[in-house]
């Protein structure tokens, strides 16, 4: 069992790096527009507005104010289904697929300067260490 010497010394480092900080770099809009270009950009199929929000596991009023950013930036288009007016179709624009490629470009950029910067051994071992602590972390018992 671990020590409370252990276990503040965890805490210690944590606050020196500033984890929240140091991984949360992207705004939670940004993110969520990333999230969705990628979904229109991999389907294979047509998308709705509901689906994006099953697949995402975002409320439907946050998908609709995602929609309606992404639409003013000309990255998607919104349509009515034909068959079911209740149901909103949502298409990627040329502009949207634009936008995916710039994200993918920035993507590797980004994770081969991680790799010149750490080590491709170094990132594997925490990449595998993360899951090992995501699988292990036991949901909180501290009711808010």
């Known amino acids: ?7 503040e010394s965890i805490f210690e480092r944590l606050e ?3 984890a929240k900080a140091a991984f949360n770099c992207v705004d939670e809009t940004k993110a969520g527009i990333g999230a969705v270009l990628r979904l229109l950009n991999d389907a294979r199929e047509t998308v709705t507005a ?5 697949i995402l596991g975002v ?3 946050r998908v609709a104010v995602l929609l309606k950013k992404m639409e003013a930036k ?3 288009t919104k349509e009515r289904d034909s068959a079911d007016a209740r149901i909103t179709v949502v298409r990627l624009t ?5 936008k995916i490629a710039q994200m993918h470009s920035e993507m590797y950029r980004q994770i081969g300067h991680i790799i010149d910067v750490v080590g491709e051994a170094r990132l594997i071992e ?11 972390i036991i949901p909180s018992e501290v009711d808010f």
């Open 50 to 54: 509901g689906r994006i929000s099953e």
């Open 74 to 76: 000309g990255l998607i």
């Open 126 to 136: 925490f990449i595998e260490i993360a899951g090992e602590i995501q699988k292990a």
């Open 16 to 18: 020196k790096i500033n």
């Open 1 to 7: 069992m671990a020590k409370a010497s252990q276990i």
């Open 94 to 98: 040329e502009l949207g697929g634009d």
């Open 59 to 61: 409320s439907t009023a």
